[in-house]
């Protein structure tokens, strides 16, 4: 069935680097995303990757695709008190419309 | 701007009252969507609609109904038939299915409490 995890938290330093990871079931999905969540507010498209890459650097944040294990990561270099918020994983099913979100992970970053 | 408009932003409900949340886009995009949020749990699709007059069913989809009457509007009806309806509903757009990077547009939401 489609289902996709994550860990609910991640507290870090600032400064430090942060990793999310993400377990995802439907290896034909085309493209995967990472959503961030700010408190009460929609979610925001960070980044995403296709299928056929395994590492997409966009400044600090680093994304890397194991297609073999299905698993996703985001990486966040000097991790800052303003990405502190939620963040979503999600996959695209192929032939279809739908994204499948992961449970979303809470990132907590102190001073 | 280009955007999607979600209202109310809060909205408290007896039980056995129906409700709807109203959700608008001006991004020209075919897809929309609605999701609920609740802790721990991520978000859960409960209808989308790829055109206009056709929406599917989600995976959550009882006690809920939404209308696809113009291409701007996909508003979201919550029934007293929904057990329990107090949640954070989202509601998003994309260009159109299969186009693209499939990106879903998010609205702000929709927090909704049933007293």
């Known amino acids: 069935g489609e289902d996709v995890e994550q860990s609910l938290f991640l507290s870090v330093r600032e400064g430090d680097s942060s990793v999310i990871n993400c377990t995802y079931t439907d290896s034909s999905s085309t493209y995967l995303y990472w959503y961030k969540q700010e408190p009460g507010a929609g979610l925001q498209l960070l980044t995403y990757?296709?299928?056929?890459?395994d590492m997409k650097q966009d400044q600090r944040l680093t994304v890397l695709l194991n297609k073999k294990d299905k698993h996703l990561s985001l990486r966040i270099a000097d991790t800052q008190t303003g990405d502190s918020a939620i963040y979503f994983c999600?996959?695209?099913?192929?032939?279809?419309?739908?994204?499948?979100f992961g449970t979303g992970t809470r990132l907590q970053v102190f001073p | 701007d280009g955007g999607i408009t979600q209202s109310p932003k809060y909205l408290f409900r007896k039980e056995g009252q129906n409700v709807t949340l109203s959700c608008e886009q001006n991004l020209n995009h075919d897809a929309m969507y609605w999701y609920r949020q609740d802790p721990g749990q991520g978000l859960r699709l409960i209808y989308y609609s790829q055109i206009v007059n056709d929406f599917q069913k989600g995976d959550i989809a009882e006690g809920y109904s939404v209308s696809r009457e113009k291409k701007e509007s996909f508003p979201l009806t919550v029934t007293s038939a929904q057990k329990n309806p107090t949640a954070f509903y989202l509601c998003a757009s994309s260009l159109n299915a299969g186009v693209g990077t499939g990106e879903l547009f998010f609205g702000e939401g929709s927090r909704l409490t049933v007293l």
């Open positions: 999600a996959e695209s099913m192929r032939n279809t419309d739908k994204l499948i």
């Open positions: 990757i296709f299928s056929n890459m």
